[in-house]
């Protein structure tokens, strides 16, 4: 069974959910991809300890500091190539960022191959079902633009700001 619980955020409110012990997603209401792979069948539960964890990591995360933990998180819904890009989102600082080709780069030399396509990684990254949590907001175009993000630009550009990145 699945279980979801709310959190409101400066930015608009939030679907957390989890299998029961851990976080397998956590969308902005409305976003596109919102509840990609949580099961049809699902139940409100605000009280499981995975999701008193989200909120305390979303409280310390929206007033403008790192967290300094991450929820247990279940990646269930990811294929391989998924899951290595998500692992890399989870490598990248709070405060900071990445270029889809600094991902295509990372995960092209770990699998041995001369080159990964970033469009790939792009889209992998798109499909990320923990928001924020695995920071896909840190994501950003080659010369360092703002690019797609499934919660909306201005939103990425919002969090973003909010770990006190200003290049972008």
């Given at each position: 069974?699945?279980?979801?619980?709310?959190?409101?955020?400066?930015?608009?409110?939030?679907?957390?959910?989890?299998?029961?012990?851990?976080?397998?997603?956590?969308?902005?209401?409305?976003?596109?991809?919102?509840?990609?792979?949580?099961?049809?069948?699902?139940?409100?539960?605000?009280?499981?300890?995975?999701?008193?964890?989200?909120?305390?990591?979303?409280?310390?995360?929206?007033?403008?500091?790192?967290?300094?933990?991450?929820?247990?998180?279940?990646?269930?819904?990811?294929?391989?190539?998924?899951?290595?890009?998500?692992?890399?989102?989870?490598?990248?600082?709070?405060?900071?960022?990445?270029?889809?080709?600094?991902?295509?780069?990372?995960?092209?030399?770990?699998?041995?191959?001369?080159?990964?396509?970033?469009?790939?990684?792009g889209g992998a990254v798109g499909h990320n079902p923990v928001s924020?949590?695995?920071?896909?907001?840190?994501?950003?175009?080659?010369?360092?633009?703002?690019?797609?993000?499934?919660?909306?630009?201005?939103?990425?550009?919002?969090?973003?700001?909010?770990?006190?990145?200003?290049?972008?």
């Amino acid at each position: 069974m699945d279980y979801i619980a709310h959190y409101n955020s400066p930015l608009g409110s939030i679907t957390m959910a989890s299998e029961g012990t851990s976080l397998i997603g956590l969308w902005f209401d409305g976003q596109k991809n919102f509840a990609e792979g949580l099961a049809p069948e699902h139940e409100e539960r605000p009280d499981l300890p995975v999701f008193e964890q989200t909120r305390r990591w979303l409280d310390i995360y929206f007033a403008g500091k790192d967290p300094g933990f991450t929820p247990p998180i279940v990646m269930r819904t990811a294929s391989d190539f998924r899951r290595k890009v998500w692992e890399q989102l989870l490598t990248i600082p709070f405060g900071h960022t990445l270029t889809y080709g600094d991902i295509a780069r990372r995960i092209a030399a770990e699998c041995g191959l001369p080159s990964m396509s970033a469009q790939a990684v792009g889209g992998a990254v798109g499909h990320n079902p923990v928001s924020l949590i695995i920071p896909c907001h840190r994501v950003v175009g080659a010369n360092g633009s703002l690019t797609g993000y499934a919660g909306g630009v201005e939103r990425k550009a919002r969090l973003l700001q909010n770990e006190g990145v200003s290049r972008f």
